[in-house]
């Protein structure tokens, strides 16, 4: 039986030393902050940088998760790759590190239809033995998965949900309807903004970027809503969305996250590709996290 994913999920940022390097010691207090706070873990992803990380690197942060957080929550890994070769390939070898599930993107560069993501998702899933959340995220990838896609892949024992950042209301609310008479089949919520909203109309977790900077008024959502305290948990959405709009007006939304970490004082090493933020932008980010997380 499958472990339940729910509640609040941080997308953990991959910590660097100061020559650029992976830093397992940094990368494990990140974790505890987020244990802390009561949120899993999902690693590998976008605000994890898998983009500019090797294949040794991406393995080295999923072990160091696991093994910090050492079964006190739930454990995703990102493991999506250009070809279907090579998504398995990293598959497999992450499925041995004790994670409880595996997400993976869309592959990217290729415009590929609908038929083809169902036949990459589904040679996948048939070769792994962890279970498989899709992860659509479009904006990134050029390719979007459809309602009646992740219908049809739902149906594939092996694949138990899928992580969506697209970042709009009509997506999540599309494949929330599109599965909701498939038996265990999840829907994470990717978006910030969404992330009331999401379990309100029945997402099982939210996969948060920002829970990076604001582990405790992320989770309080997710605690609220769980606790049957609805408009609560609507309260804690508004102050984080505040945040949201206003760290992500500075730049690069995953940038701005892993900035605004370390100038709250951790050392979590700078971002690898090539975007930089001036004095006034590290100034104006310091003062939107006194503001919002006060």
């Known amino acids: ?9 941080t997308a953990i940022v ?3 030393d100061r020559e650029g390097a992976f830093d397992p010691e940094r990368q494990r207090e990140q974790v505890r902050r987020q244990i802390n706070a009561g949120n899993g873990i999902f690693c590998g992803g976008t605000n994890g940088e898998f983009f500019v990380l090797n294949e040794q690197e991406k393995i080295a942060v999923t072990t160091t998760c696991v093994d910090e957080v050492n079964g006190q ?3 995703v890994a990102h493991i999506g790759e250009i070809s279907t070769r090579e998504t398995i390939r990293l598959g497999k070898q992450i499925a041995r590190l004790g994670v409880d599930a595996v997400s993976a993107i869309t592959p990217w560069f290729v415009p590929l239809n609908q038929q083809e993501l169902i036949d990459h998702y589904q040679r996948v899933a ?3 033995t962890v279970p498989l959340f899709l992860y659509n995220i479009p904006a990134r990838t050029g390719n979007t998965l459809q309602p009646e896609t992740v219908r049809t892949l739902a149906a594939h024992p092996n694949i138990i949900g899928i992580k969506d950042s697209a970042g709009s ?18 829907v994470l919520n990717g978006p910030d903004s969404l992330i ?9 977790a939210s996969i948060s970027g920002l829970a990076n900077v604001a582990p405790e008024a992320i989770n309080a959502i997710w605690a609220r809503f769980h606790a049957g305290d609805i408009a609560g948990s609507h309260q804690a959405q508004e102050n984080v969305t505040g945040l949201r709009t206003a760290l992500y007006s500075i730049g690069f939304s995953p940038a701005a996250v892993k900035k605004a970490v370390s100038l709250q004082g951790f050392e979590v090493g700078e971002s690898r590709y090539a975007v930089q933020f001036s004095a006034e932008e590290q100034q104006q980010i310091r003062q939107i996290v ?5």
């Open 1 to 9: 039986m499958n472990k339940k994913i729910n509640g609040v999920l």
């Open 14 to 16: 991959t910590t660097f």
């Open 73 to 75: 929550a739930s454990v």
């Open 126 to 128: 048939d070769a792994l």
């Open 169 to 186: 209301y009509e997506s999540l609310s599309g494949f929330l309807q599109a599965t909701a008479d498939c038996q265990d089949f999840a």
């Open 196 to 204: 009331h909203q999401g379990f309100v109309d029945g997402c099982s």
């Open 290 to 294: 006194n503001h919002y997380l006060q």
